[in-house]
C-alpha cells in the first residue's frame, strides 16, 4: 500500500474545533535481526511494519493516535477524535509546500536486497574471528540488525518532506575467563549505510577489537580510587557528552525545568575551550538525517560555543514552548510514538592540541579508551559512568591497564574543568532510550585532559 494518502482532508478534520497543528507521519519499515550466542544462532527475526500516527497540538498540548492502516478510510476517524479534544474553532491547514527529499541516495546497497544467509555467515565469521584473538575468550555474541524505513511527513503548517532510511548495526560481545575471574569486551559499527558500510570498514576487526579488550582486562589490576587528573581518549568516543551535557539540552527538559542549564543561554556554562555542537547532517553517522521526524530539516546545531550556551535542542512542540525555532531534533522510534527532543550526533568540537602531549602533560592519573553505561540526573548534572578500558598514566606514560574504574562528577563543573582539547575526534555510536522509546544517535569527542575528577575503584573477581 501507498504513502500517497490524502492527507490535506485528515489534516482538515484534526483540526476541526481549532489547534496549532496537525501532523500526519506514515511509515513503512523492514527489518532484520540476527542474534549468535556461544556458537548458536539463536534468533533471526524479520520482519515489515506499516502505520500512521496522527497529531494533534492544541494549548500547547499534545494528543496522538496510531493504526496500522494506511488509508483516508482509516485515518478521518482518529482525526475525528483528536478533534475532539480541543475546543476552539476551526483552522484550515497551509497549501503544501515543495516536498523535501532525503536521504535515499546516500545508501548504494539496501540491506533488503541481501540475503539472510549472507548476513548470518557475516556474524559467523565474526565470532570466528573474536575466538582466534585468546583461548580465553569463552563466550560470543554477536548481533547484527538493519532497518529500511520510508517515512512521509505532512503537517497544516503546510510541510511535506519523505525519506528513505537505512540503518545497519554489528555488536560483538566477549566474555574471557581465567582462573575463576572473568571479564567482557564490547564493540559496535554501524550507521546510516547499507551493506556497503561493511566492505569500508571491518567488521572482523570490530570481533577482534572486543575480544582484544575483555582479555586485556583479565590481567588488569583492580583500579586506584580518589580524585585524580583524567584524560579522556578521542577512542572513549562521545558517551560522557552524551549522557552528562546532551539530555540537558533538550528542550521539554528546559522547559519543564528538569535541565540544568535552563535559563542560563547566554551564561559560561564550560571552558572557553569547549564548543558542543549536535549535528545531523554528518554523512554516515548513526544520527544522521535528511530531516527529522517532524519534516525540520536536520542542521548543525552550535549549542555551546566556546563556553557559552548559545541554545538547546527544540523539536516544534518545545520551541513553541519556549518561543524558540526548531532546531531538527523532534525523533520518534516510530509511528507508535510522538516526536520528542533527541540529540542526533553530539560532539565535542576538536581542539588545537596533540593528544600524546596531553597525555606526557599529566604526571600521574588515569587514561580512559572506553567508556561503559552511566547515569545522569539532568535536574543537578552528577554522573556515574563506567570505564570499559583504562590505563594509569605514570610520569606522563600510559601504564598498566585497570580494571572496575567508574567516573564521578557534575557535568557543568566537568565542562568548566577542562583544560586542554586534542585536536583528534573518536565516534562512539548507540541508541538513546527516553521517554520509552529509542532513538540511533552517534557521540564523538577528542581526547580531553580533566584537571581533577573523583575515580571510583572497586575489587572484583
Known amino acids: 500500500m501507498s504513502l500517497e494518502v490524502a492527507a490535506l ?23 532484520l535481526m540476527i542474534i549468535l550466542d556461544d556458537g548458536k544462532v539463536e534468533k533471526v527475526l524479520g520482519g515489515v511494519d506499516q502505520g500512521a500516527g496522527l497529531r494533534l497540538i492544541y494549548d500547547l498540548k499534545t494528543a496522538y493516535a496510531y493504526g496500522n492502516q494506511l488509508s483516508q478510510e482509516a485515518l478521518m ?12 474553532q476551526a483552522v484550515a491547514p497551509s497549501a503544501l509546500v515543495a516536498r523535501q527529499p532525503g536521504l535515499t541516495s546516500q545508501v548504494s546497497s539496501p540491506p533488503r536486497d541481501t540475503a539472510t ?6 556474524v559467523k565469521a565474526a565470532e570466528d574471528a573474536a575466538r582466534a584473538v585468546d583461548p580465553r575468550i569463552s563466550q560470543v555474541r554477536v548481533t547484527y540488525m538493519d532497518r529500511g524505513q520510508e517515512v512521509r511527513i505532512v503537517n497544516s503548517l503546510g ?42 570498514e ?14 586485556l582486562m583479565l590481567q588488569a589490576d583492580p583500579a586506584p580510587g580518589g580524585a585524580m587528573p583524567v584524560v579522556l581518549s578521542a577512542e572513549a568516543g562521545g558517551t560522557m557528552i552524551h549522557e552528562a551535557v546532551g539530555h540537558g539540552l533538550e528542550g521539554d527538559l528546559v522547559f519543564e525545568n528538569m535541565s540544568v542549564y535552563a535559563g542560563k543561554i547566554g551564561e559560561k556554562v564550560a571552558s572557553e575551550l569547549v564548543t558542543v555542537i549536535d549535528d545531523g547532517t554528518v554523512p554516515g553517522r548513526r544520527g544522521s538525517g535528511g530531516f527529522d521526524d517532524e519534516g525540520t530539516p536536520c542542521q548543525k ?5 566556546q563556553g557559552v550556551l548559545k541554545g538547546y535542542l527544540q523539536d516544534r512542540l518545545s520551541a513553541w514552548k519556549l518561543e524558540a525555532e526548531p532546531t531538527g531534533n523532534g525523533r520518534r522510534e ?46 543537578n548534572g552528577d554522573f556515574v559512568f563506567e570505564v570499559s578500558e583504562g590505563y594509569l598514566i605514570r610520569d606522563g606514560k600510559v601504564g598498566p591497564p585497570v580494571r572496575g574504574a567508574t567516573l564521578t562528577g557534575n557535568g557543568p563543573e566537568v565542562l568548566q574543568k577542562i583544560d586542554r582539547v586534542g585536536s583528534d575526534l573518536g565516534w562512539s555510536l548507540g541508541t538513546c532510550g527516553k521517554d520509552g522509546q529509542g532513538s540511533p544517535v552517534g557521540d564523538a569527542q577528542p581526547t580531553l585532559r580533566i584537571p581533577r575528577l573523583v575515580v571510583g575503584g572497586h575489587q572484583q573477581g
Open 9 to 31: 482532508p485528515i489534516l482538515e478534520a484534526a483540526l476541526q474545533k481549532g489547534g496549532q497543528m496537525s501532523e500526519l507521519y506514515l511509515e513503512r519499515s523492514t527489518g
Open 77 to 88: 476517524p482518529l482525526a475525528a477524535n483528536l478533534s475532539l479534544l480541543s475546543t476552539g
Open 117 to 122: 544467509a549472507r548476513k548470518v555467515d557475516l
Open 159 to 200: 510541510v511535506e518532506a519523505a525519506e528513505e532510511r537505512n540503518q545497519v548495526l554489528l555488536a560483538v560481545h566477549c566474555v574471557a575467563k581465567e582462573n575463576g575471574r572473568s571479564q567482557t569486551g564490547y564493540e559496535t559499527m554501524g550507521g546510516i549505510r547499507g551493506m556497503e558500510l561493511f566492505d569500508l
Open 202 to 215: 571491518d567488521p572482523l576487526q570490530v570481533a577482534r577489537e572486543a575480544a582484544r579488550r575483555a582479555v
Open 301 to 305: 546545531n552550535v549549542v555551546i560555543d
Open 334 to 379: 516510530s509511528y507508535r510514538h510522538r516526536p520528542i527532543p533527541r540529540m542526533t550526533n553530539t560532539m565535542i568540537a576538536p581542539g588545537s592540541e596533540d593528544p600524546e602531549a596531553i597525555i606526557r602533560s599529566v604526571g600521574d592519573g588515569l587514561l580512559v579508551k572506553k567508556m561503559g553505561g552511566g547515569q545522569v540526573n539532568t535536574i
